[in-house]
């Protein structure tokens, strides 16, 4: 499974931006996904998931009721909406795969999912 991100950019605090990450080489409804970051200095950390069927859904504290994840199998591509955009969310932003089902518990694991994609970056900046 080959993954590519797209849709980084520069964008104020309190703007908006979506993300997209398109799958190829797999069975797109067979992925569980998800959306990591790593900001300069930091480690890498875990932003948001979602199952098989795009009902468990997994956001980490700081961008619920910020951040919606969802997916479109029909064009095998899984998006972040990202509102609301702090200064604190600059980072690269990393999609993730892995074949089959994952439970809620492990979402956030970087170490559970199997592909990759390149990364892009996001800005937020006045």
């Known amino acids: 499974v080959q993954l590519q991100a797209f849709g980084g950019g520069l964008v104020q605090p309190g703007g908006s931006l979506r993300l997209s990450c398109v799958a190829s080489?797999?069975?797109?409804?067979?992925?569980?996904l998800a959306w990591f970051r790593q900001a300069p200095g930091k480690e890498r950390e875990s932003v948001s998931a979602?199952?098989?069927?795009?009902?468990?859904?997994y956001y980490r504290d700081s961008v619920k009721g910020r951040f919606t994840i969802s997916r479109d199998n029909a064009k095998n591509t899984v998006y972040p909406q990202m509102n609301s955009l702090k200064p604190e969310d600059t980072a690269i932003y990393y999609c993730?795969?892995?074949?089959?089902?994952?439970?809620?518990?492990?979402?956030?694991?970087?170490?559970?999912?199997?592909?990759w994609g390149q990364g892009t970056l996001v800005t937020v900046s006045s």
């Open positions: 993730a795969a892995r074949n089959g089902r994952i439970i809620s518990s492990y979402m956030s694991r970087a170490g559970v999912y199997d592909w």
């Open positions: 979602l199952d098989l069927i795009g009902v468990t859904k």
């Open positions: 080489g797999g069975t797109f409804s067979n992925l569980a």
